[in-house]
């Protein structure tokens, strides 16, 4: 090829990949629910979640309950469980039966259940128990409720420590129920809330689920305006793969570069969530599983039929991944099988990355792992998203093909019917 003819073709691909560009921006501003996935789900989601979960710690909780010991131990732990802050022992209950019926109106969020046998198994130097049922609708709600228990039977087994012991002194005291004193001093979560604990994967989830989301809704209307039902239209500005990939990944970039800013940077500092990752290392991050993300909802887009598929294939996978990012399930307990299903999304990588990165204040060089998988995840979604619109191409033109030679098949006909009408009229 001569130095003009690559230049032209070189200037020509990239004027077709700005009118794909252009062509994809004014789709995704005519379509409603493109538009929805692309700007009113990431500006308005992570504000409901974060202010659901701003309250890192409630007080108050209310709580039922069944006393069937009725013994001055039994009152005991219930007056120390009412006392804390947390807990507010709203009534007592016949039996287990009620304290359900209570919990089922929503009037209170968890039982204490002391059994019958409690004050006698003390008293005989045994061991009892005392049984914590709590709402799990609310993850703070649960954590109130069982740590106030836990706290007050560690109170309670201190004490009852001291007066078998026999000693003579405080100091004997607190060595005889503290022999090893600890202090628990949190290093990165300060506040032990769920807010800090979660928001972060969620926040990378929320990139890569409505990007998948937006991109499929966008090839489902393709093939749905289309005229072959095809996602690839027939025009000149459509005949490279190169140009076709690199237009639509613009035009997502462009978008998901602010949205993105705005899910990593502002919303954290808007609920005062933790946030130590530093200007440079987030956009060094970001460019790669941005790039991850479109790549990989472009081929999917491929296997959108209708607009309705993507909400089926998308929606649902959503908890699964979060927890295999090893947010909320340890990595080191995901079986060997997930892990590697878990390596083929880029919210895996993209979520450890940011996580480690904004909560523990860690650098580039301590995320390499995670910044070399999301290139690879890059360059892996784009060559197979080039493969799959090479494919779309090639069934469009098959396509078109077919009707020209029906076309053609049918003028021949009528061509041939015609003469031979005119031969007959001759004949007569």
């Not at 790039?291 to 909400?311: D, H, K």
């Not at 090893?326 to 990588?349: A, E, R």
């Amino acid at each position: 090829m001569n130095n003009t003819g690559f230049w032209n073709r070189t200037r020509e691909g990239l004027l077709d990949a700005c009118y794909i560009w252009w062509q994809e921006m004014k789709g995704v501003v005519k379509d409603e629910g493109v538009l929805i996935f692309f700007i009113l789900v990431p500006l308005a989601y992570p504000l409901l979640y974060s202010w659901i979960y701003n309250n890192e710690i409630v007080h108050e909780v209310p709580v039922v309950v069944v006393d069937d010991s009725r013994s001055a131990l039994s009152r005991e732990f219930v007056r120390h469980c009412d006392a804390s802050p947390d807990v507010m022992v709203k009534c007592h209950a016949a039996d287990m039966e009620e304290a359900r019926t209570l919990i089922g109106r929503q009037e209170v969020k968890g039982i204490y259940y002391i059994p019958s046998d409690f004050s006698t198994r003390l008293a005989r130097m045994e061991q009892t128990a005392v049984s914590v049922y709590c709402d799990m609708s609310l993850m703070l709600t649960y954590k109130a409720i069982f740590q106030t228990a836990t706290a007050v039977s560690q109170d309670m087994n201190g004490k009852i420590q001291i007066k078998l012991s026999g000693n003579y002194t405080d100091r004997e005291d607190e060595i005889t129920t503290m022999p090893l004193k600890s202090d628990d001093v949190p290093i990165f979560n300060s506040t032990s809330g769920y807010g800090n604990f979660i928001l972060p994967g969620v926040l990378m989830l929320i990139i890569q689920q409505t990007l998948v989301l937006g991109i499929g809704l966008a090839a489902g209307t393709a093939r749905e305006t289309n005229r072959f039902r095809e996602l690839i239209p027939i025009s000149r500005h459509y005949r490279g793969v190169l140009r076709i990939v690199t237009g639509k990944a613009m035009c997502y970039l462009m978008i998901y570069a602010v949205l993105s800013a705005y899910l990593t940077l502002v919303i954290p500092r808007l609920f005062g969530f933790v946030n130590m990752v530093q200007g440079a290392t987030l956009a060094t991050i970001m460019l790669p599983y941005l790039l991850a993300c479109i790549f990989f909802g472009m081929t999917v887009s491929c296997l959108i039929r209708y607009r309705e598929n993507v909400m089926l294939i998308v929606i649902f996978c959503s908890v699964p991944l979060l927890f295999l990012s090893g947010v909320s399930w340890p990595q080191s307990n995901i079986p060997g099988l997930w892990q590697g299903v878990s390596w083929l999304f880029p919210s895996t990588f993209g979520v450890r990355a940011f996580v480690r990165t904004s909560m523990m204040g860690a650098t580039i060089d301590d995320v390499t792992t995670e910044y070399a998988m999301m290139w690879v995840q890059t360059l892996a979604y784009f060559f197979i998203a080039c493969a799959v619109y090479r494919y779309q191409i090639s069934l469009s033109r098959r396509k078109v093909l077919d009707q020209l030679n029906h076309i053609r098949h049918k003028r021949e006909v009528r061509r041939r019917l015609k003469a031979v009408r005119q031969v007959s009229g001759g004949s007569k």
